[in-house]
């Protein structure tokens, strides 16, 4: 009705057992999106790309057409005090996230924003 061209989902905090429940939410999107040529793109915390809540992104590129990278809070309010995204952590970060992802598919967000913290 709004003339849409698809839709930006933005969930962050998933375990693994969540991330495979969202993967196939996007995959029974995109069976219903296709028909109208509508783009789904999705949100990805960079610094959780590995670990033991990590992303694994190449299994998201099937069901997916954009796969933002947040390249930044490397440092975060309830943490140490630090940039949002030095250079180092910002370079490494996106080429670990970006490693076998079609370059299509690939955008990558950059923080402009700053914290305050107050106990450091």
Known sequence: ANHAGGAFFDFEELSPKGQADFRTFLAEARARF???SWVIAIAVPIGQADGENGWNLQAFAPVVDRIFLM?????????????????????????????????????VAIGSYAYNWHDH
């Open 34 to 36: 296709i028909k109208h």
């Open 71 to 107: 390249a930044y809070d490397e440092h975060e309010p309830g943490g140490e005090a630090g940039p949002i995204a030095s250079q180092a952590w910002f370079e490494q970060s996106v080429a670990r996230a970006a490693h076998g992802l079609p370059r299509s598919k690939v955008v």
